[in-house]
């Protein structure tokens, strides 16, 4: 076997490479985090890209979808894309006008109404006779709302220490807000030309991959594809349906804050698995602000929900177009979730069904051509009786 100096040139440049590597690991991880953050707006861009190509195609297909020429043949991706945009924009401001308000109101009640809450709790603790009278009486003694007033100015106080925590969560949400500026203006050129651009990238493949090799990658990019979009599709429909059923409910218990309540319930919703306790967490603290015994009720009416959903709604709506068992579904909310905190979350679970849809199909395609060499076998051996005694022998 000849080889050449080509051969051997690759492989001594690739075992140096990856010495340097090793040894000065710390400089290259800071190198390659600094590349990281500097192609973050990139990153963004194609998420943005991503989500909003699933409405803009939706609408697409409903905007004059027969093949028309002319003025309207050319403005279907600009309009279609403007009204992308502009939904995600209308949901982002509903849920902000209806969440934010409402909840700053309640945490303010509840701070109003903490001291009396305490001394009622001290009063019913000192009626039971659960504590020694001491205790009790130290309880008692003690002037909860002026220490209410004390802990708030302490607050207040301490503000000054604080400036320089201020300037830094500033200047990173300055940050973070151009990032993201700059990610929008990139997704709207990727989804102008994103025919284009998908046109050179398989040109790319085609050019620098081995034939075998392509058409594994583009299998992979596929099944990725259908599992992250028949997730966001799948968790949005839930959302909205788990969102309207809670508000619904609330109305019928006359429950405070339904409206706000559920549309919290179908945002946190989006957070497979602990969405539903954040969520619940929230709108239990609001109605608890009106009554504890309304708070109870919300729990116990959420509970229930939950049950009818986790049975009924999402095996029907995303867990049907996922073919992930519950299993798997937690495994990869906790794992992504420990590696990425709440972005993991919502990327674990379509990553894990592309690799189990993967797995599935990879073993099932083993089985199939086990099962058609067997059975060529068993073919050739009824055929030629005498050879394949021959053969075992």
């Not at 502009?86 to 945490?107: N, R």
């Not at 709302?145 to 207040?156: F, I």
């Not at 990727?190 to 398989?202: D, F, N, P, V």
């Not at 392509?214 to 259908?226: G, I, P, Q, S, W």
Request: charged share 15%.
């Amino acid at each position: 076997m000849k080889i050449e100096w080509r051969t051997c040139f690759r492989v001594g440049v690739s075992v140096f490479l990856l010495y340097l590597c090793i040894q000065y690991w710390p400089a290259v991880a800071r190198i390659i985090s600094a590349a990281l953050g500097a192609a973050s707006p990139l990153f963004v861009g194609c998420a943005i890209a991503y989500f909003v190509n699933i409405l803009m195609r939706f609408y697409e297909r409903h905007y004059f979808p027969k093949k028309t020429a002319g003025v309207i043949a050319k403005s279907r991706r600009g309009i279609c894309m403007v009204a992308a945009f502009l939904t995600l924009i209308i949901i982002l401001i509903l849920l902000i006008t209806l969440i934010v308000p409402e909840l700053v109101s309640c945490i303010g009640v509840i701070v109003s109404a903490l001291p009396a809450a305490i001394d009622s709790i001290v009063d019913m603790l000192t009626e039971a006779n659960i504590f020694p009278e001491n205790i009790m009486e130290q309880l008692n003694a003690v002037d909860w709302e002026s220490k209410m007033g004390q802990l708030l100015d302490l607050l207040a106080n301490g503000a000054g220490t604080v400036v320089n925590a201020v300037v830094s969560a500033a200047s990173s949400f300055f940050s973070s807000l151009v990032t993201v500026l700059v990610g929008f203006i990139f997704s709207v050129y990727l989804l102008i030309g994103k025919e284009r651009l998908a046109g050179q990238c398989k040109r790319l493949m085609e050019r620098y991959l081995r034939p075998s090799w392509n058409r594994k990658a583009l299998y992979v990019l596929n099944v990725l594809n259908e599992s992250f979009n028949n997730y966001i599709v799948g968790q949005c429909v839930e959302a909205v349906i788990l969102g309207t059923l809670c508000t619904l409910g609330m109305l019928i218990l006359r429950l405070p804050y339904a409206t706000m309540v559920g549309t919290l319930i179908a945002f946190t919703a989006l957070i497979p698995v602990a969405g539903a306790y954040i969520g619940g967490a929230v709108g239990a603290l609001m109605n608890f602000s009106v009554s504890p015994e309304k708070a109870l009720i919300f729990l116990i009416f959420l509970v229930l929900l939950q049950q009818v959903e986790g049975n009924l709604i999402y095996p029907k709506v995303v867990g049907s177009s996922l073919g992930l068992p519950a299993l798997w579904v937690l495994a990869a909310v906790t794992v992504g979730g420990g590696i990425m905190g709440v972005t993991g979350m919502l990327l674990g679970v379509p990553v894990a069904s592309a690799l189990y849809r993967l797995l599935k199909n990879d073993l099932n395609m083993k089985r199939l051509t086990d099962a058609v060499q067997m059975e060529k076998e068993t073919d050739a051996s009824v055929k030629n009786p005498g050879k394949s005694v021959r053969k075992r022998k």
